[in-house]
């Protein structure tokens, strides 16, 4: 089956970095997306990984290593706006996105 | 209107009632996708498009259908509501052509509360 594995929940600390690791086993691989979602709004695009490295996009990068399956959203210089849920998903090989629970990211002051 | 937006907002509905999710989007893309999400569980697909014209099944189809007679339209239609279809749906879009990273534009999101 397809799978796509990430902690439930993170808490860090307003200034700090944090890692959100995602991890997948899905069939076929066109490319790995994170969102970023606020509670009871919709989910918005974060990062678009399709090979292998990092991809950096001001205060957030995103990671990927096909070979492992797996991939991590870095946040630096964490703001309070920050609190939210992250979604990796990833594009299989029918072109749909398979979702990961989320991650509930808590920053405190 | 500018990007994709649903309606109603938010609903309550008794079961075994008819409803129809509305969904429209103003950027021409060619895919759609009807997604409800619950608690502690990730996004999952209902239903698609990839073209108008055309529907496909995702992984929870039971009990939903759609129809895609234009572009821009995308509704989402409970036959007979059941509590267990209780949860929030997004509709999203997305360009599928070539050169296009397939990237999926959510809307607001409608919250369904079946009783």
């Known amino acids: 089956g397809q799978n796509i594995d990430q902690p439930t929940e993170m808490t860090a600390t307003e200034g700090a970095i944090v890692q959100i690791n995602c991890t997948y086993q899905t069939s076929g691989f066109n490319g790995l997306f994170w969102y970023q979602q606020h509670a009871g709004e919709a989910p918005t695009f974060l990062s678009y990984n399709v090979l292998d490295g990092l991809e950096e996009k001001g205060r957030f990068s995103s990671f990927l290593s096909r070979s492992k399956g797996y991939s991590y959203l870095l946040l630096k210089e964490l703001q309070m706006k920050d609190s939210a849920s992250y979604l990796c998903a990833v594009m299989d090989s029918n072109y749909q996105l398979i979702w990961g629970a989320g991650t509930k990211l808590i920053i405190k002051p | 209107i500018a990007g994709i937006t649903q309606a109603p907002t938010s609903q309550i509905l008794a079961a075994g009632r008819r409803m129809t999710l509305r969904c429209t989007q103003d950027m021409r893309h060619n895919a759609m996708y009807w997604y409800r999400q619950d608690l502690g569980l990730g996004l999952r697909l209902i239903h698609y498009?990839?073209?108008?014209?055309?529907?496909g099944k995702g992984e929870v189809p039971d009990g939903y259908s759609v129809s895609r007679a234009n572009t821009d339209d995308f509704p989402l239609t409970l036959a007979s509501a059941v509590p267990s279809q209780t949860s929030v749906y997004f509709c999203a879009s997305s360009d599928s052509g070539t050169g296009s990273i397939n990237e999926q534009f959510f809307g607001p999101g409608t919250r369904l509360t079946v009783l």
């Open positions: 498009s990839n073209t108008a014209g055309t529907t």
